[in-house]
C-alpha cells in the first residue's frame, strides 16, 4: 500500500477546503469536497501507519501511549493510542492517519429511531431523517460493513460468538450478529486499495496489520487522494482566525524541531475550514479560537457525553472464550479469536428510551494480553462478583487462574473471559474547559453514580451468569476511584442545534456565529462526534459518518457543486504515492537584521537595520525526499517551509512555502566558490505576499573562515511572490552556536524503510556536506 501523506514542504499557501482530523467526519469530508472538484488539504495530528506497522509487542505499544492527564498543551506529545485524563470520566481515542478508526471495533449499527426523534436534534433533522438516512446509505457504500461469516470461507464458529449467544438466552434477550467494517476477502477494494482478508487475529483495537480491517485510511482517505485532496501529518492544529474573504488555520509541526527554537505558528488560508478532529479536538480548537476573538455560541463545550460507555469483563468462565488477540504471534491463516466485535445483545427495546443499551464482546489485544492474568486476577479479588458458588467449582476456578498466571493469557482462566463493552444512555452533561494554562479539561463530577450505571453491571452480570464466571465491572467503576467512567465514543462539546442559544453548530454542521439567533459564520463547520447532541446508545460511527455525509449533500448543493458517490470500476494504480528513498531533513534557524531602502549592499543593510533596530529572523525546516537523488544531483535540490520573523514589517510572523533550497552548487566551472541558495515565497497574516533570497558563499581566503562562510547568509526581501517586485531591503543573518548545536538535534531520516537505512542517508548527508567544505577549502591550501 501505497503513503497517502505528503510530505510537509509540499504544502502550499491556500486551499479552498481545509480540513483537521481524518477520522469519518474530517475523511468523509475530504473525500466530498474533492469529488466536488474542490482543492483540498486535510492536516491530522497523528502520524501514518501502514499495514505491519502498527504495535505488536507491549514495548511498541507503550512507546504510542499518550497520557494527556488533562493537560494537552504539549505540542509534540504524538501517540497512536491517546488517554485524556478527566474528572469524573476518562477519554481513549485514536491519534493517527484514520483517526479512531484505526483502533476502533468498527461496528456500524444505526440509532434506534427513538434516539433521532428526540427534540436534542435540529428540526431540520427530525423533519428530513430521509437525509439522515440517504448519509446512512452512502456511509455504508464506502465502509462496506457485513456480519462475521461464520462457517463460510474457512471462517470458524467463535466461541465467544456462541458464549454470547448463551448469555442472550439466558437473559431472554435478543441476540444477532453485527455489521462490522472488515474485510472478508482478498480483493482490490472499490477505491483502488488491495486489502487482504481478516485473519481473525483478534487485534482490531491496536490497530490492524493486516490490512482487513476497513478504516478510512481505506476507503475515504484514499478516494480523497484520487480526487486531488492533499494530506499531511504530524500537524497540530492550535486555532483559526477570520480573515477578510479567508480563514487563516494556525498549526504546529510535530516533530521537525520547531519547539527546539520556541518558533512561531505557521498558518495557511482556506475559503472553507471543516473541523474533524472530534470531541476533544474539534472543541478544543474552537475554544481556543474563541480566546482570541471568533465569536461562538455560549453553548461551546457543553452537553459532552460518553455515549454511557461502559467496559467490563466475565472473568474466569465455565466455557472457553478464546478472546486473547495473537499479537506478534499472528500469522496469516484464520485464527479462532475473531474481529474485535462480532455480535451483540440489544436491550435498546425498552418502555424508557434511557434504560435501553447494546451489550456486545471483545476481544484482549494481544501487545497487552501479558498485563491481563494478574490484573484480572486482581480485580476479581478486590471488585469482582463470583456468579456460581460450590467446593468443585471453586477449585476448578481456582486451577485455571494458577494455570493463566504461569502459562499465560493463552491458558487457564483468561483463556476462558469475555469482554463486554455496553452502551447506554448518560444525562450528557458533562462540559469541555480550557484552563488558566489554556489546556482542555474535562468536567463531570459524579457521572458514573448514575442510576443507569448500576442497571449496566446488573446485566453484565446476567451475561456472566449464564457463563459461570466472575463479573469484573470497570477497574476504576469503584468507590475508591469515585465511580470514574472511560469512554471510547466521547461525543458532544460542539452540539447541534436550531439556534446558537441551544447550541454550537446548526444541522449541517455550521458554526454559529455569536450567542445568539441564527447567525452563521460563512465557510466554517464541524463534522464528527462533537456536534452530536446526546448519547446515540450504541456505537456512534455510523450516526457520525451519516452526519457527515448528509452536511457534504447539503453544501454541494448550497454551493452548486456537483457531488458524485461512485466508483471507477478498474484502478489502474492505488491511489498515494510511494517514497522514492529515504529522505533527510533538518530545521534551522538564523538572526540578523535588514536594512528597508538598501537595494545595493548586504553589510550595508545589515549596518543600517542595527542601527534601526530592524532584526529579522527565520526558522526554516528543509526537506529532500531522496538523499541518493540529492547527493547525485549537481543543483543539489531540497524543499523548505517554515516561518520568517520581521517585526518592523509586521507584528505576527509570516509563513515561508514552496520555499527552495540548494546545497552547493558551483557558481561557475573554472570557480572554486559554492552557494547554498534559500528561496521562498511568504504570506503575511495581514494578505501580503513577499518573496525571500538568500545564500551562504562557500569560498574565501582562508581555511578558519570556513565557520562564517557556511554560517552566514546574505537576504533580499521583495514585495509580491517573486524576484521580479520591488525589493525592500538587504542584510544579513548568522547562526549562533547554541542554535547550531539545536540544529544538529533536528537532523533526522525521513520515511526511512529501516533504521539501519535512515542511519545510512544521514551519514551520506553528513558525508556531503563535510567533503564539499573540504573540497572548497582545501583548494587554497
Known sequence: MKRLAKPLTALKSSYDYLVIGSGYGGSIAASRMARCGQSVCLFEKGKEFLPGEFPDTLIKASGEMNFIGGKSGNLEKNGLYEFTMGSGINVFKGCGLGGTSLVNANVSIEPESRVMDDNAWPQAIREDLDSFKRGVSRARKMLRPNPYPEKKNGYPLLKKTEAMRKSAAHMSAPFRLLDINVNFEDQTNHVGVYQPKCTNCGDCVTGCNIGAKNTTAMNYLPDACSHGAEIFTEINVRYIKKGKDHWQVYFHPIGIGRDLFDAPLLFVKAKNVILGAGSLGSTEILLRSAKIGLKVSKKLGHRFTGNGDVLGFGYNNDVRINGIGLGKKGTEQIANVGPCITSVIDLREREKLEDGMTLEEGTIPGPIRGLMPKALFTFSRLVGKDSDRGFIDYFKEKWREIRSLFLGPFHGALARSQVYLVMTHDDGNGTLKMNAEGKLTINWEGVGKQEIFKKVNSEMYQATEALGGTKIPNPTWNRLMNYDLVTVHPLGGCGMADTADLGVVNHKGQVFEGEMGNALHEGLYVMDGAIIP???????????????????????????????????????????????????????????????????????????????????EFTLTIQTEDIDDFVAREDHPGAMLGSMSVPSLIEEALTAYQGEFNLFVQEKAESRQKKMRYMANLLSPDGGDYYFEGFKDIENDYVVDAWKDTTTLFIALYEGTGPHGKMLGKGKLVIKVADLLRQLRTVKAIHPRSKEEGIKAIASFGKFFAGNVFETYSKII
Not at 561 to 582: C, I, M, R, V
Not at 598 to 604: L, P
Open 534 to 616: 446526546r448519547p446515540v446508545g450504541t456505537n456512534p460511527l455510523l450516526t457520525i459518518s451519516a452526519l457527515a455525509e448528509r452536511a457534504c449533500e447539503l453544501i454541494a448543493q448550497e454551493k452548486g457543486y456537483e457531488l458524485s458517490d461512485e466508483f471507477e470500476e478498474n484502478h489502474s494504480a492505488s491511489p498515494g504515492e510511494q517514497p522514492p528513498g529515504t529522505g533527510v531533513q533538518f530545521t534551522e534557524t538564523m538572526k540578523g537584521f535588514i536594512g528597508w531602502g538598501e537595494t545595493a549592499d548586504f553589510d550595508a543593510g545589515y549596518e543600517k537595520g542595527k542601527a534601526e533596530n530592524t532584526p529579522f
